[in-house]
C-alpha cells in the first residue's frame, strides 16, 4: 500500500523505492533541549540510506530575531536546491520519534508550492527497531534548481492573530503540552510569559498520534471534538516556536480541512510581547 493516509507513508513503501529516481528523503529531526537530543548527531552515526539533513535551525529567516521563521521563497529555495531536492521530487520527510517535527518541513515544502510531500509514520526510532536499512555514509548531494510557488495564505502573522484573537474570525489549536497552555508549567523560552491567546483550544501534539504514527482519521475527529474545535470553520495553529504546530495542520489536512493556516511566530512571539493578552488556566 502506497500510503497509511492522505499525507504519511509507511516504512514498506519507502524502504521499497529507497533507490528509485525523484525520491528525496529528508531528516528532519529537531529537539527541545529537555529531550536530551543531538539531531545532527543522530543523522550523522545513522540515517536513512539517502537521506539528507534539514537544520530546522538554520533554513529560517536570515536575521530573524524569532527561532524557526519561515524563509522567504529564495531563501528557502536556495536550501532546497543545495540539498539536491526539486520541487518536481516526492519527498518523504522523517524525524525521529514520529510525529513531531517533520510536520513542520512538510508544511514548509507544501507552504512552498510542493504537494507530494508526505511524513514518514513511526519516524526513524521505529525504523531502527524494525531492523531497516541504515548508514552513517555521507549521502552524496547534486544541487538542484528548486522551483518556488509559494502560498502566503498557510501562514498567520501576529498582525493576523491580533485580529483573530479581537474577532475570533478563526479557532486557535494550540500545540503545546496542556501545562504551558495553562500556565503551570514554566516555558522552555526566557522572557516568555506562560499561559494562552483568549480563546484558544488545546490540543497537545502528542495526542494525535500513537507510537509515532498519526491517529486514523476517525480517532483525529475525535481529538478535535473533545478539544472544543469545529472542523467546518477556519483554524490557526499554534506553538512554541512554530514547530509541533504543523501536527495539527498535518491533521487536519488529513481531514480534508483546508481552512487554516500555521502561527508562524507561534507563542514565542505572542508570550514574549508586552501588548499582547494573555489568559491562565483551562
Given at each position: 500500500?502506497a500510503?497509511t493516509?492522505a499525507?504519511?507513508?509507511d516504512?514498506d513503501?519507502?524502504?521499497?523505492?529507497?533507490?528509485?529516481?525523484?525520491i528525496?528523503?529528508?531528516?528532519?529531526?529537531?529537539?527541545?533541549?529537555?529531550?536530551?537530543r543531538?539531531a545532527?548527531?543522530e543523522?550523522?552515526a545513522?540515517?536513512?540510506?539517502?537521506a539528507?539533513?534539514?537544520?530546522?535551525?538554520?533554513?529560517?529567516?536570515?536575521?530573524a530575531?524569532?527561532?524557526?521563521?519561515l524563509?522567504?521563497?529564495l531563501?528557502?529555495?536556495?536550501?532546497?536546491?543545495?540539498?539536491?531536492?526539486?520541487a518536481?521530487?516526492?519527498?518523504?520527510?522523517?524525524?525521529g520519534?514520529?510525529?513531531f517535527?517533520?510536520p513542520r518541513v512538510w508544511?514548509m515544502?507544501?507552504?512552498?508550492g510542493v504537494f507530494q510531500?508526505y511524513?514518514?509514520d513511526?519516524?526513524?526510532?521505529r525504523?531502527?527497531?524494525?531492523?531497516?536499512?541504515?548508514?552513517?555514509?555521507k549521502t552524496?548531494i547534486?544541487?538542484?534548481?528548486?522551483?518556488?510557488?509559494f502560498?502566503?495564505?498557510?501562514?498567520a502573522?501576529i498582525?493576523?492573530m491580533?485580529k483573530?484573537?479581537?474577532?475570533?474570525?478563526s479557532?486557535?489549536a494550540?500545540?503545546?503540552?496542556a501545562g504551558?497552555?495553562?500556565g503551570d508549567?514554566?516555558?522552555?523560552?526566557?522572557?516568555v510569559?506562560?499561559g494562552h491567546?483568549?480563546?484558544?483550544?488545546?490540543l497537545?501534539a502528542?495526542s494525535?498520534?500513537k507510537?509515532?504514527k498519526?491517529l486514523?482519521?476517525?480517532?483525529l475527529r475525535?481529538r478535535f471534538?473533545?478539544?472544543?474545535?469545529?472542523?467546518s470553520?477556519p483554524?490557526?495553529?499554534?506553538?512554541g516556536?512554530?514547530?509541533t504546530?504543523?501536527v495539527?495542520?498535518?491533521?487536519l489536512e488529513t481531514?480534508?480541512?483546508s481552512?487554516?493556516?500555521?502561527?508562524?511566530?507561534?507563542?514565542?512571539?505572542?508570550?514574549s510581547r508586552?501588548?499582547?493578552?494573555v489568559?491562565k488556566?483551562?
Amino acid at each position: 500500500m502506497a500510503e497509511t493516509g492522505a499525507f504519511t507513508i509507511d516504512a514498506d513503501w519507502l524502504q521499497q523505492r529507497l533507490a528509485s529516481p525523484g525520491i528525496s528523503v529528508v531528516d528532519a529531526s529537531w529537539y527541545l533541549p529537555a529531550q536530551g537530543r543531538n539531531a545532527r548527531a543522530e543523522y550523522e552515526a545513522a540515517h536513512i540510506p539517502g537521506a539528507i539533513f534539514f537544520d530546522q535551525d538554520a533554513v529560517v529567516a536570515p536575521d530573524a530575531a524569532l527561532p524557526h521563521t519561515l524563509p522567504d521563497p529564495l531563501t528557502f529555495a536556495r536550501h532546497a536546491g543545495s540539498m539536491g531536492i526539486s520541487a518536481d521530487d516526492t519527498i518523504v520527510v522523517y524525524d525521529g520519534p514520529g510525529m513531531f517535527s517533520a510536520p513542520r518541513v512538510w508544511w514548509m515544502f507544501r507552504t512552498m508550492g510542493v504537494f507530494q510531500v508526505y511524513v514518514l509514520d513511526g519516524g526513524f526510532d521505529r525504523w531502527k527497531a524494525e531492523d531497516r536499512p541504515v548508514t552513517a555514509e555521507k549521502t552524496k548531494i547534486a544541487p538542484n534548481f528548486f522551483h518556488v510557488d509559494f502560498d502566503a495564505s498557510r501562514v498567520a502573522s501576529i498582525e493576523d492573530m491580533l485580529k483573530v484573537v479581537a474577532t475570533g474570525e478563526s479557532q486557535i489549536a494550540d500545540a503545546r503540552p496542556a501545562g504551558r497552555f495553562t500556565g503551570d508549567d514554566p516555558e522552555p523560552r526566557a522572557g516568555v510569559r506562560g499561559g494562552h491567546m483568549p480563546g484558544a483550544k488545546s490540543l497537545p501534539a502528542s495526542s494525535l498520534s500513537k507510537d509515532g504514527k498519526l491517529l486514523p482519521p476517525d480517532e483525529l475527529r475525535k481529538r478535535f471534538d473533545e478539544a472544543g474545535i469545529d472542523l467546518s470553520k477556519p483554524v490557526v495553529t499554534s506553538c512554541g516556536s512554530g514547530i509541533t504546530a504543523a501536527v495539527i495542520t498535518l491533521a487536519l489536512e488529513t481531514l480534508g480541512h483546508s481552512a487554516n493556516r500555521l502561527y508562524d511566530g507561534s507563542w514565542t512571539e505572542w508570550g514574549s510581547r508586552p501588548d499582547t493578552p494573555v489568559v491562565k488556566g483551562k
